[in-house]
C-alpha cells in the first residue's frame, strides 16, 4: 500500500518503546511499576459518574450535536473562568467543546498552519504542539526551556527572521513535562511579542487546577490584550481523572475558534450532549473532590522527593501539573539512565528526550501512580543507584 507523505514525517509516539519493553518484562513475569505515562490512577468521582448517568438516559441527548458545544456548557465554561480567573469569556462566539484539549490542539494547527509557515513550540515539550505541526506541513522551531530561565521560553531570543515567518506560538502553564509555573510577567511578553509579530498564542491550560503548596495558577487569557491574540484549551482529563471521558473545551479568539469549527465541521460531528452537560455540571459544581487530589499528589511528590534526594539527586518541588523533571545523575543521558531503572528497578520512567532536545539531560516521573507503589518504586531505584 502507498501511504501519505506527512506519516514520514512523524517522530515515532513517544510510549511505543517504552510500552514494548514493559510488555515485554511483564510478559516474563517481572512486577514493572510504571511512573511513565500522565493518566491519573484514581477513578472518575461517583457524583460525576451518577450525573453521567442521568444525562445519558435523557432522549434530548441523542441527537447530533452542535460542533460550537451546548449553551450549558458554554454558559458554564463562562462562568467559571470569571469566577476562577477573572477572564471574560463570551458564551456565544468565545468558546468551543472540544472532544479534549488534544484534539484541539492537533486540528487547531490544520485552521492555522500550511506548508512552509513556522511554529514555534517549546523545547521540552507535550508532543502534539511539534506533531501536529509537522502533520500539517509546517516547520517547527523549538524554543528551549532551561531551568535557569524558570523554563520559560526566552521571547528575546527567536530571531527577527524566525518571528516574522512564524505564525502560532504553543506555550502551557503550570507546564508539562516541567513542572514549572508562570512568572508574574511572562504572560504579558507573550501577548506584547505576540502583537509585534502577528503571531497566534495557543495556551495549554490542561493543568491550573493541579497545584500545591498554596500557589494559584492563572489563566493566559486573564491577560490583558490576551483574546486578540490567542486562544485557552482547558481539560477536564487531569483534575478530575477523566482522561477517558475525551471532554475538554477552547475559549479566547473568536477568529480562531470560527477557523476551528468551520475545520472541524469536516472532521467530526460534536461532542456527545450528555457529556457536554455533565462537563456544565462539574464546572458549576464543587471544587472539593480537585482539592483532594491535589492533596493527593502533593503527598506523591514529597515522597519521591524525600527519597530521591537522600540518594544524592536533584529534585525541584514542583507546584503544579503531576510532573517531576529531574535532572539525571552524572554519567547518564538521559536515555540510560531511563534503560538503568527499568532494567535494575523495573521501573519505567521518561526520558526528558522524548520532549524535545532540550529535554535531554533529565527524566520525567508521573505522580499517577498509587502511593504504596510509589513507595515501592523509589526504594527499589534507590537500591539501583547504590549498585
Ligand atoms: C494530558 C495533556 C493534554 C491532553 O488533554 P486531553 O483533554 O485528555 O486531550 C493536553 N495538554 C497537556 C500538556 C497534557 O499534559
Not at 491519573?40 to 447530533?64: C, F, G, S
Not at 458564551?91 to 492537533?106: Q, T
Not at 477568529?255 to 457529556?275: P, Q, V, Y
Request: net charge negative; charged share 25%.
Amino acid at each position: 500500500m502507498r501511504f501519505s507523505k506527512r506519516m514520514d514525517n512523524l517522530a515515532p509516539y513517544l510510549f511505543a518503546e517504552a510500552e514494548r519493553k514493559i510488555a515485554e518484562k511483564r510478559a516474563a513475569g517481572v512486577d514493572v511499576i510504571s511512573l511513565g505515562i500522565g493518566d491519573p490512577d484514581l477513578p472518575t468521582p461517583q457524583y460525576i459518574v451518577d450525573e453521567m448517568r442521568r444525562q445519558v438516559a435523557d432522549p434530548a441527548n441523542d441527537r447530533y450535536p452542535s460542533n460550537w458545544g451546548c449553551a450549558e456548557y458554554a454558559e458554564a465554561a463562562a462562568s467559571f473562568y470569571k469566577r476562577r480567573f477573572g477572564a471574560d469569556v463570551d458564551p456565544k462566539r468565545e468558546f468551543m467543546a472540544l472532544l479534549g484539549a488534544k484534539e484541539g490542539l492537533a486540528h487547531i494547527c490544520f485552521s492555522m498552519l500550511d506548508p512552509g509557515d513556522l511554529a514555534l513550540v517549546p523545547d521540552p515539550g507535550y508532543p502534539v504542539y511539534a506533531g501536529a505541526s509537522i502533520l500539517a506541513g509546517a516547520d517547527v522551531r523549538y524554543l528551549p526551556l532551561r531551568p535557569e530561565n524558570g523554563f520559560l521560553p526566552d521571547l528575546d531570543a527567536v530571531s527577527e527572521e524566525d518571528a516574522r515567518r512564524a505564525k502560532v506560538l504553543f506555550i502551557g502553564y503550570p507546564n508539562n513535562p516541567t513542572g514549572a509555573v508562570v512568572e508574574d510577567d511572562f504572560f504579558t511578553r507573550v501577548v506584547a511579542f505576540a502583537k509585534k509579530h502577528d503571531i497566534a498564542v495557543v495556551h495549554d491550560n490542561a493543568y491550573s487546577e493541579l497545584t500545591y503548596d498554596g500557589y494559584v495558577a492563572p489563566s493566559f487569557l486573564a491577560t490583558p490584550g490576551a483574546k486578540d491574540v490567542g486562544v485557552e484549551f482547558f481539560s477536564f482529563s487531569k483534575p478530575f481523572n477523566m482522561t477517558g471521558w475525551r471532554t475538554g473545551f477552547a475559549v479566547g479568539n473568536h477568529e480562531m475558534l470560527e477557523h476551528l469549527w468551520r475545520l472541524k465541521t469536516n472532521m467530526d460531528s460534536g461532542m456527545f450532549d450528555a457529556l457536554q452537560k455533565t462537563s456544565a455540571f462539574i464546572l458549576n459544581g464543587s471544587w472539593d473532590f480537585v482539592h483532594e487530589m491535589c492533596a493527593v499528589y502533593a503527598r506523591r511528590r514529597d515522597l519521591l522527593a524525600d527519597a530521591l534526594t537522600s540518594v544524592g539527586m536533584k529534585v525541584p518541588r514542583i507546584k503544579g501539573t503531576i510532573y517531576m523533571w529531574i535532572p539525571v545523575p552524572d554519567g547518564y543521558t538521559s536515555g540510560s539512565f531511563c534503560d538503568h531503572v527499568l532494567e535494575q528497578a523495573a521501573v519505567v520512567i521518561t526520558p526528558g528526550r522524548g520532549y524535545g532536545p532540550a529535554g535531554e539531560g533529565f527524566v520525567r516521573l508521573s505522580l499517577t501512580t498509587p502511593d504504596d507503589r510509589i513507595a515501592e518504586a523509589v526504594d527499589r531505584i534507590e537500591r539501583s543507584l547504590k549498585l
